[in-house]
């Protein structure tokens, strides 16, 4: 069974940093592109990136492009999510997910792990 | 950005009901287009992709249809588990963007 498990969610000051994790079991993580993906309270879903099997493409949405960083370590079948000079806007539930095989799209999900951005 | 545009946002049906919702994207996707299903507290689950494909599992009272532009999600008879929040997402172009949710109650 495919399970995405997200950690390392909590409280930050605006301009802190915070890494989230993203621990995969159930299939074969080195096959597979994977993706960061957030929704602030009340608001829609938002894309926030993705990388490639062995890590070495990456994509960024704008609104975090230069502040967060992608990262995946194939031995340990987790993915990260590095995020620097945090804003209050930054508060959101935050998800990883995986690319299928055949398509683009994701197709699994984590429950997610929330980032709350305040003073 | 690829504009999605996903309506209603909310949708009141009964049991055994057929429901329509719809995601209509700002440019041609062609047929690069996702729908889930999403309760609260749990992951989200992809019951349609590539417009019309049905994900492996899923009942077959789900559908979807749609190319370019236009894309719909059919629910055919409502069963109890069906009542979250649907969305659709598309993968054609980055950055990939997601509707804004239709949120399915009980009437």
């Known amino acids: 069974e495919v399970q995405l498990a997200e950690s390392g969610g909590g409280l930050v000051q605006p301009g802190g940093s915070l890494r989230l994790s993203c621990a995969a079991s159930?299939?074969?993580?080195?096959?597979?592109?994977m993706h960061w993906v957030r929704q602030a309270p009340g608001k829609g879903l938002e894309w926030l990136s993705r990388?490639?099997?062995?890590?070495?493409?990456?994509s960024y949405a704008d609104s975090v492009k230069g502040r967060f960083t992608v990262s995946r370590d194939n031995a340990k079948s987790t993915l990260y999510l590095q995020m620097n000079s945090l804003k209050a806007e930054d508060t959101a539930m935050y998800y990883c997910?995986?690319?299928?095989?055949?398509?683009?799209?994701?197709?699994?999900w984590g429950q997610g792990t929330l980032v709350t951005v305040s003073a | 950005a690829i504009q999605m545009t996903q309506s209603p946002s909310s949708l009141s049906a009964s049991l055994g009901d057929r429901v329509t919702m719809t995601c209509r994207a700002s440019h041609d996707i062609r047929d690069d287009l996702g729908w889930y299903q999403h309760k609260p507290g749990k992951a989200p689950k992809l019951l349609i992709y590539s417009a019309s494909t049905l994900q492996s599992g899923v009942p077959s009272r789900f559908s979807g249809s749609g190319s370019g532009t236009n894309f719909t999600l059919t629910i055919s008879s409502l069963r109890p588990e069906d009542f979250a929040t649907y969305f659709c997402?598309?993968?054609?172009?980055?950055?990939?963007?997601f509707g804004q949710g239709t949120k399915l109650e009980i009437k």
């Open positions: 159930g299939f074969t993580f080195t096959s597979s592109w």
């Open positions: 990388i490639s099997v062995d890590g070495d493409r990456t």
């Open positions: 997910g995986r690319e299928m095989v055949t398509d683009t799209l994701i197709d699994y």
């Open positions: 997402l598309q993968d054609n172009t980055y950055p990939y963007t």
